[in-house]
């Protein structure tokens, strides 16, 4: 008898055990996936500058990598142990950091052009004692990467690199945390975790995964953003109240280190929820709102830290300045043409090689177009009968559409200016607000759903859609021909090729390029901002004849490989065609005195001084 009641307890305890150990199977193949997918990066790392990662990465790095997510998100959404679902999520995010890390792990010198460039000049000043931290406006990444360089022994162009990695990982650890404080409960985490891999604070307008001052800052301010959700929910009485405080305000001031700018986004963001919370204890006094704190205080205190740092600094003064005028230009009708001028004019060139603006912003913002219905779903649910019914904390989701409410007038504001592309920055910070609100609309919804249904029925679905965003979302998280635009590779040859350029020139010749000359790597190579004379040129119909004419004195035209699979295959020829940047060699007057494969520099003696030698 007391061999069948054991009996019994091993049938009823076998099928659950089964379920943990196949579970416990899929998880580990599921990691060795994501090995798989590394050491493979790692073995076949670039040997050129690659115009898209995607199609130089080897194929295995991209099944590795979409079998990990995959099994991690149906591990995180139907596996019933805590433990399982702590795995899942923890691999989740691991693939999210090795996607992110790519550039890393591939063995890139550097990854961004421009800016990214102007940058690492500034950072390698910093640590010679060229230049003090203070001197910048924005020295906050350039500090981090110093830090990492000095921690790993990595070069500067490395530990930047690593930076934006870092960046991206506070982004992916804080977004599903504030998910969790908002909605407690088992899927917040794993539907939070998805969320934030969907990267969509990352617009590949105005925001990069490469080293860009605002691009980090955004992501940084996740942290801001999760230490303000618990702030709001922590009642008055609480113990935790006053380290949390101090945490928000030393964050907050963090802020302004990364990105001034950013910091009166985030005020801007702090005004709307302390309008909201003014507001709300004015109209609905008896509510139990009045047990926890306000922000007030915090956001006199950010604006303070932005005065004080921003007071020695020009540029942004310059910036509002130049804002303001432009907006009054169009309220007064007099700048009407100026709004939405770099839309049209990139809509123009869509056309011109047979794309679209409606495929690219479908390409690159129907995921956060998804997004922004939720967040809006989930705002006005908690005024209805229903979100009451729920009971979850509704004051914190509508803290958090203040906040994003306040930064669309800013939008606005940037949009119809001048400074066209100001507008997608606030866009980039007005997604880190969606990502939790949508994280926290599909947390409910999977929720709610499942207990009219049953989850066995409901997370399928939630699977399926979480990985059509992931596909549509991480397929544009990288620029590439896929969207247009060119990858910002920056290889050994090309480097080396513009260090022994700069080493050799002769006097005061200057440098000109292919749609803009090389100042950017005079940045990064002797410092950042040193000079912008190096930025010119060449027109497309001089590539073929009356090159030596065009120019007041000798040049040097430089021409890379980045150049050429930027205007063939990224642009499809628009500007420049293939034979235009081959033909340049072929012209009169015109030598190449330098070339590595990757970069050619050609020396072009002007005309008259030709002339005058003969």
Wanted: glycine share 8%; with cysteine; net charge negative.
């Amino acid at each position: 008898m007391a061999s069948e009641r054991a009996e019994g307890r091993v049938a009823l305890t076998d099928p659950r055990s089964d379920r943990e150990r196949k579970t416990e199977i899929t998880l580990a193949v599921g990691y060795a996936a994501l090995a798989v997918a590394v050491v493979l990066a790692r073995r076949n790392p670039a040997t050129g500058h690659e115009v898209s990662i995607y199609a130089a990465t080897p194929t295995g790095v991209w099944v590795g990598l979409g079998l990990a997510l995959m099994l991690a998100l149906a591990v995180a959404l139907f596996a019933r142990a805590a433990w399982l679902r702590s795995l899942a999520i923890a691999l989740a995010l691991l693939s999210g950091v090795v996607f992110v890390s790519l550039p890393v792990i591939r063995g890139y010198l550097f990854y961004g052009l421009y800016d990214s460039l102007t940058h690492l000049g500034w950072a390698n000043d910093i640590a010679s004692g060229a230049l003090e931290p203070t001197g910048l406006m924005y020295p906050g990444i350039h500090l981090v990467s110093l830090f990492i360089a000095t921690v790993t022994g990595f070069e500067t162009s490395t530990a930047m690199l690593l930076m934006v990695v870092c960046m991206l990982a506070v982004f992916f650890v804080f977004v599903p945390l504030c998910v969790r404080a908002i909605v407690p409960g088992r899927p917040a985490l794993a539907v939070g975790a998805f969320s934030a891999l969907l990267l969509l604070p990352i617009t590949q307008m105005s925001t990069h995964m490469n080293a860009h001052t605002m691009s980090q800052a955004i992501l940084f301010s996740t942290l801001l953003v999760f230490l303000l959700v618990r702030f709001l929910a922590t009642p008055r009485d609480s113990p935790a109240l006053r380290p949390l405080s101090i945490l928000l305000a030393l964050v907050a001031a963090v802020t302004v280190v990364f990105h001034p700018q950013l910091a009166i986004h985030l005020l801007v963001a702090l005004v709307g929820i302390c309008s909201f919370q003014f507001l709300y204890r004015v109209v609905t006094s008896d509510r139990p709102l009045h047990t926890y704190p306000t922000v007030y205080s915090h956001t006199v205190f950010l604006l303070g830290v932005f005065v004080l740092w921003s007071a020695n600094h020009d540029l942004f003064s310059g910036i509002a300045t130049q804002a303001i005028t432009s907006a009054i230009a169009f309220v007064l009708g007099e700048g009407t043409q100026q709004a939405g001028a770099s839309i049209a004019s990139q809509g123009s060139s869509l056309l011109a090689i047979g794309g679209s603006i409606g495929l690219v912003f479908f390409k690159l913002f129907f995921v956060s177009l998804v997004f922004c219905f939720l967040s809006l779903g989930v705002f006005l649910a908690t005024f209805s009968s229903w979100g009451r019914r729920t009971g979850f904390t509704s004051t914190q989701i509508q803290y958090l559409s203040a906040g994003l409410g306040a930064l669309f007038p800013v939008f606005v504001f940037y949009y119809i200016g001048t400074l066209s592309e100001m507008y997608f920055r606030v866009f980039g910070l007005m997604m880190l607000f969606v990502t939790v609100l949508g994280a926290v609309a599909i947390t409910l919804l999977t929720r709610g759903l499942a207990e009219r249904f049953s989850e066995r029925s409901v997370n399928p679905v939630v699977v399926g859609v979480f990985v059509l965003l992931l596909v549509l979302a991480l397929a544009a998280a990288f620029p590439s021909p896929y969207v247009y635009q060119q990858s910002p590779h920056v290889t050994h040859q090309q480097m080396h090729g513009h260090a022994l350029a700069f080493e050799n020139q002769e006097g005061d010749t200057r440098f000109a390029g292919v749609r803009q000359g090389p100042y950017r790597y005079v940045d990064a190579i002797e410092g950042g901002g040193r000079t912008s004379e190096h930025s010119e040129q060449v027109p497309a119909e001089r590539m073929h004849d009356g090159l030596p004419s065009y120019f007041e004195g000798d040049r040097y035209v430089i021409v890379t490989e980045i150049d050429e699979q930027r205007e063939v295959e990224a642009y499809r020829e628009l500007r420049y065609a293939e034979e235009d940047l081959v033909a340049i060699e072929a012209q009169e007057g015109v030598h190449n005195v330098q070339s590595n494969g990757e970069f050619d520099l050609y020396m072009v003696q002007n005309q008259s001084s030709a002339n005058g030698a003969a």
